[in-house]
């Protein structure tokens, strides 16, 4: 069965800093993998999403992760954070074929706080 | 685009008494939509996937009479919360996909249920 690994409860960096959040998965196929953003109270946001393709995928809001598959893991990156990155962010991964219909299984998701 | 919304945003009700909760798709058609339950600085676990025009799949553990799901059209799904304790108190979140294209789940804003 699929499953996601966010190893980090809570991270907290200064603004301004560089940020990584880690992601593992467990799949048997290529997976379909996300990262979502999710501000208190309120619903989830996608942040961007890998298929296939380029192994470095970019995102919103300065956002990227790259997929490696010898690793199972996508992590989530930005080079320099903002008061406003304060968030919950989760990892998820696609199940299934490729059809509407598949479901989504999240990680725990990782809280980051922001340093001023 | 892809903008899904939840009404109501939140709702208080007494112990006994049945709660509904919709899910639109604003502008786009979802044949597929998807109901979440987050508990706290918990992860989304999903409840069930809905189909529009057929009943909806339950994930295990989940009473399908104790929480209602319709989806009477391509734009609408709805969740209703039956006989309603405080143990059913938490933040329900739908999604939905974009039918024909990727299956990447747009999520709503979610509504916080307090059972009293």
């Known amino acids: 069965a699929q499953s996601v690994t966010q190893p980090d409860i809570h991270i907290t960096v200064s603004e301004g800093a560089s940020l990584e959040l880690r992601c593992n998965y467990s799949?048997?196929?290529?997976?379909?993998l996300f990262w979502y953003v999710q501000s208190p109270g309120q619903g989830l946001q996608l942040l961007l999403k890998?298929?296939?393709?380029?192994?470095l995928v970019q995102g919103i809001k300065g956002f990227e992760a790259e997929f490696k598959r010898s690793q199972s893991s996508f992590n989530l990156r930005k080079p320099s954070v903002h008061w406003s990155d304060a968030a919950e962010y989760f990892c998820?991964?696609?199940?299934?074929?490729?059809?509407?219909?598949?479901?989504?299984?999240f990680g725990s998701g990782t809280r980051l706080s922001i340093r001023p | 685009g892809a903008v899904v919304s939840q009404h109501p945003s939140w709702v208080i009700c007494k112990s006994g008494t049945s709660v509904k909760i919709e899910c639109r798709s604003l502008?786009?058609?979802?044949?597929?939509m998807f109901w979440y339950r987050q508990f706290p600085k918990q992860s989304l676990m999903l409840m069930a996937t809905?189909?529009?025009?057929?009943?909806?799949?339950?994930e295990q553990g989940v009473e399908k009479d104790k929480f209602l799901i319709n989806h009477a059209s391509l734009t609408l799904s709805t969740l209703t919360v039956t006989s309603a304790h405080p143990e059913d108190s938490s933040f329900y979140i739908c999604?939905?996909?974009?039918?024909?294209?990727?299956?990447?789940?747009?999520f709503g804003p979610g509504t916080r249920l307090l059972v009293l």
């Open positions: 999604s939905a996909n974009i039918a024909g294209l990727e299956e990447t789940q747009y």
């Open positions: 799949y048997g196929a290529t997976p379909y």
């Open positions: 890998y298929f296939s393709g380029d192994t």
């Open positions: 998820a991964v696609g199940e299934g074929p490729y059809s509407s219909a598949s479901k989504i299984i």
């Open positions: 502008d786009f058609q979802a044949t597929t």
């Open positions: 809905s189909n529009e025009g057929s009943k909806a799949t339950y």
